[in-house]
């Protein structure tokens, strides 16, 4: 019997997946993944097929559960940020309905990101915060859904007696399929279409993207955070940053991308060029992609993320994020972040997603 179960909420996403495998890396685990959908090629996980959105089917599908820790990396994207709120606020609290009464559960672990400084979607960088980015910041004024994701989880945890954490992400790269914010796949398409076309690879950010400074967040170093902050006492119902531990300038990033996939680096044109325009209306061609080169038959709004790319790319400040609280509770991390990108480009090379 194994006495640390995980249950992983979000198991096939980005963040979900590198948590599993960290868990099974590390051994000693017995690991539970909740999905829309079971996970492809993780005989590891125990998988348990879940809408999160549907309350009685949430509550019967994990009433057989007894985990230790839960690991919450799931979110839904609503038609505004009333909704989201709504939304993801309903989801967590069906998780937690579901084991609120057991006693088992020690510490759950809540994903964020850098959202709760800059602010939701619909008013996404009009803010200009201070940075780098600390967790003693106060929250804005407008409305958060990750808000309110930190209250239930730290409401549960009082009245039920568990810990917790919450992890504030910047942009994550990492390997997953599917997912709605993945800027790893979305760049790899582009380039490889790039690449096979003679369109441009042209930066499609903001001057200060660019040539400011920026970090970036690994889905493997989230994953070995989490995991830390569920295990370590003293991390216990705090909040963290949670970014690979180095800052870098797209200016280079960019070239090294280029470098990868061999094709000439177009000229920056000093302004806003949105990449969701210049992958518009590209499914065929990478449909053609495919099949020359015997890829995995994803279709490309299925791989690439291009509107989130853009608004990762499109902010008209720096940001960075300050890594000295995790620091200072323990958690030493960090992660070359061009080696991030390498190491994903990789990945989806070796599982013939992009050629």
Excluded at 50 to 70: F, G, Y
Excluded at 74 to 103: C, P, Y
Excluded at 117 to 138: H, M, N, S
Excluded at 290 to 314: I, K, M, Y
Aim: with cysteine; glycine share 8%.
């Amino acid at each position: 019997m194994y006495q640390k179960r995980a249950l992983i909420v979000g198991a096939t996403g980005i963040v979900g997946l590198n948590v599993a495998e960290h868990l099974r890396d590390l051994g000693g685990w017995e690991i539970h993944g909740a999905s829309r959908r079971p996970p492809f090629g993780s005989s590891y996980i125990i998988p348990h097929t879940v809408d999160l959105l549907k309350r009685e089917e949430a509550l019967t599908a994990l009433a057989d559960l007894s985990p230790t820790h839960i690991f919450y990396c799931s979110w839904t994207l609503g038609g505004n940020e009333d909704e989201n709120i709504r939304l993801n606020g309903d989801m967590l609290r069906n998780v937690l309905d579901a084991f609120a009464n057991k006693g088992c559960v020690q510490h759950v672990g809540v994903v964020t990101g850098t959202k709760h400084y800059l602010g939701p979607f619909e008013d996404y960088g009009k803010v200009q915060p201070i940075t780098p980015f600390r967790e003693t910041a106060p929250r804005l004024s407008k409305k958060n859904f990750y808000y309110e994701l930190e209250d239930v989880v730290i409401d549960y945890a009082a009245r039920f007696g568990f810990g917790w954490s919450v992890h504030r992400s910047h942009t994550i790269i990492g390997y997953a399929v599917g997912n709605l914010m993945n800027i790893g796949a979305t760049l790899a398409t582009h380039a490889s279409i790039c690449k096979a076309t003679g369109q441009p690879f042209r930066f499609p950010g903001t001057p200060t993207a660019y040539r400011g400074l920026n970090d970036i967040t690994d889905a493997r170093i989230l994953a070995k955070q989490i995991v830390w902050a569920g295990t370590e006492p003293n991390a216990r119902n705090e909040a963290f940053n949670a970014v690979n531990g180095d800052v870098f300038r797209w200016e280079q990033l960019w070239k090294a991308i280029a470098d990868y996939f061999e094709i000439p680096v177009a000229e920056y044109p000093a302004e806003y060029n949105s990449l969701a325009e210049q992958m518009k209306d590209r499914g065929v061609e990478w449909d053609k992609i495919v099949a020359e080169n015997g890829l995995q038959p994803n279709r490309l709004d299925r791989l690439a993320s291009p509107w989130h790319t853009d608004l990762d790319l499109g902010r008209p400040m720096e940001c960075v994020h300050s890594m000295t609280k995790a620091r200072s509770f323990g958690f030493a991390e960090t992660q070359d972040t061009e080696r991030s990108f390498i190491d994903v480009f990789d990945r989806l090379r070796a599982e013939r997603i992009i050629p």
